[in-house]
C-alpha cells in the first residue's frame, strides 16, 4: 500500500514539490515502509559514486515513513546511530530501502526504528537505527520553533 504524501512537501528526501530531492515514494509493508531510487550522477561523491550523505538521508527517510506507517503518527529524533556503510553506490544503480520499527513504549513516549540499503540484487549497502521522542502538538511546536503546525501535520501528534 502506498503512503499519502502531500503533493506540495517541500521535503528533500519524500517531497514532490522539491526539484533537487530523491522524491522517495514509500509503501506500507509489515512492520515499517519501503522505497527504492536510482543513484543520479548530480548526488556524486568520488567519481561514479553517489555520495554517502545521499545514502544517510535516505534511510533517515526510510526511519520516518516506517515509524508513520506502524503508528500513523510523526516522532521528534532523539539519538541516530552512525551510517554503517558497506559498499559505495554507483551511479546508475537502484538502491532499495526497507526500514521497519523495532519498538513503540507509549508509556516512555519513544520508539526506535532501523532501516536498510540494499542493491536491486539485494548485496547489503548500509544501516541506520534511530530513537524517536513521541512527542505532543505543543512540545512539537516549541522544539520546531513554529507557531502553528505546517499543513498536513494535522493528527500526528497525540
Same mark, same amino acid.
Given at each position: 500500500?502506498?503512503?499519502?504524501?502531500?503533493?506540495?512537501?517541500?521535503?528533500?528526501?519524500?517531497?514532490?514539490?522539491?526539484?533537487?530531492?530523491?522524491?522517495?515514494?514509500?509503501?506500507?509493508?509489515?512492520?515499517?515502509?519501503?522505497?527504492?531510487?536510482?543513484?543520479?550522477?548530480?548526488?556524486?561523491?568520488?567519481?561514479?559514486?553517489?555520495?554517502?550523505?545521499?545514502?544517510?538521508?535516505?534511510?533517515?527517510?526510510?526511519?520516518?515513513?516506517?515509524?508513520?506507517?506502524?503508528?500513523?503518527?510523526?516522532?521528534?529524533?532523539?539519538?541516530?546511530?552512525?551510517?554503517?556503510?558497506?559498499?559505495?553506490?554507483?551511479?546508475?544503480?537502484?538502491?532499495?530501502?526497507?526500514?521497519?520499527?523495532?519498538? =513503540? %513504549? +507509549? !508509556?516512555?513516549?519513544? &520508539?526506535?526504528?532501523?532501516?536498510? $540499503?540494499?542493491?536491486?540484487?539485494? *548485496?547489503?549497502?548500509? #544501516?541506520?537505527?534511530?530513537?524517536?521522542?513521541? =512527542? %505532543? +502538538? !505543543?512540545?512539537?511546536? &516549541?522544539?520546531?520553533?513554529?507557531? $502553528?503546525?505546517?499543513?498536513?501535520? *494535522?493528527?500526528?501528534? #497525540?
Amino acid at each position: 500500500m502506498q503512503l499519502e504524501n502531500s503533493p506540495t512537501n517541500p521535503c528533500i528526501g519524500c517531497g514532490p514539490a522539491n526539484p533537487m530531492g530523491l522524491h522517495l515514494a514509500f509503501e506500507a509493508t509489515k512492520d515499517g515502509a519501503r522505497a527504492s531510487f536510482v543513484a543520479e550522477p548530480r548526488w556524486q561523491g568520488f567519481p561514479g559514486r553517489m555520495h554517502s550523505a545521499v545514502l544517510y538521508m535516505a534511510l533517515l527517510e526510510t526511519m520516518n515513513w516506517s515509524l508513520y506507517a506502524q503508528t500513523r503518527r510523526m516522532g521528534l529524533p532523539a539519538r541516530t546511530s552512525a551510517l554503517e556503510m558497506t559498499r559505495r553506490v554507483a551511479v546508475g544503480d537502484t538502491v532499495v530501502l526497507e526500514g521497519h520499527v523495532v519498538r =513503540v %513504549d +507509549e !508509556a516512555a513516549r519513544t &520508539a526506535h526504528a532501523e532501516a536498510r $540499503a540494499t542493491t536491486l540484487q539485494g *548485496e547489503p549497502v548500509g #544501516r541506520l537505527k534511530r530513537d524517536y521522542a513521541l =512527542v %505532543d +502538538e !505543543a512540545t512539537f511546536l &516549541a522544539r520546531m520553533g513554529y507557531d $502553528a503546525l505546517p499543513e498536513g501535520y *494535522e493528527g500526528l501528534f #497525540r
